[in-house]
């Protein structure tokens, strides 16, 4: 009795699915292609319009798990002096290199004044050998 009220129970299922209208292909939206796609995100390397969110960080202290921002501009002049490397870390969790949209000199003594803080950077993200660098076309502090 059991298997044939559950059978009973299936066939009508089977049969309300089968009996639904079906969309007409003029109904149907066309899946957008990857370079359409790409034009609605944007770029994700552009950061001109949406600054880059982060702090400055010595890469010596990364890699020894401390991730801690350089808290003061001393700090940061210390990390210089021993030949540290200083990068920033956006909020997204990466590493750059930041150097100067006007002559691609790396230069962490222009963020002196900002460390310590969370940093705004505008500019362009690029990858090249698998090292992240930002080309840097204006700083400022977050809001």
């Known amino acids: 009795m059991k298997k044939t009220l559950l059978m009973f129970a299936f066939l009508g299922v089977l049969i309300f699915s089968a009996c639904q209208e079906k969309p007409k ?8 292609t990857m370079e359409q796609a790409l034009e609605e995100v944007g770029n994700p390397n552009d950061f001109t319009e949406k600054p880059l969110v982060g702090e400055l960080v010595s ?3 990364a890699t020894k798990g401390d991730n801690a921002p350089l808290a003061t501009a001393e700090a940061l002049n210390k990390s210089m002096k021993n030949d ?3 990068v920033f870390k956006g909020d997204n969790s990466n590493y ?8 691609f000199i790396y ?6 004044s900002l460390a310590g803080k969370k ?4 500019g362009t993200a690029k990858e ?3 090292v ?7 700083m400022e502090e977050a809001k």
């Open 96 to 103: 750059y290199i930041v150097v100067s949209q006007n002559d």
């Open 132 to 138: 992240n660098f930002f080309i840097l076309e204006k």
């Open 107 to 112: 230069s962490p003594s222009a963020f002196a």
């Open 25 to 32: 292909p003029e109904q149907i939206e066309e899946t957008p």
């Open 128 to 130: 090249v050998n698998k």
């Open 119 to 122: 940093i705004a950077l505008f």
């Open 84 to 86: 540290e490397l200083i």
């Open 59 to 61: 890469i010596d202290m």
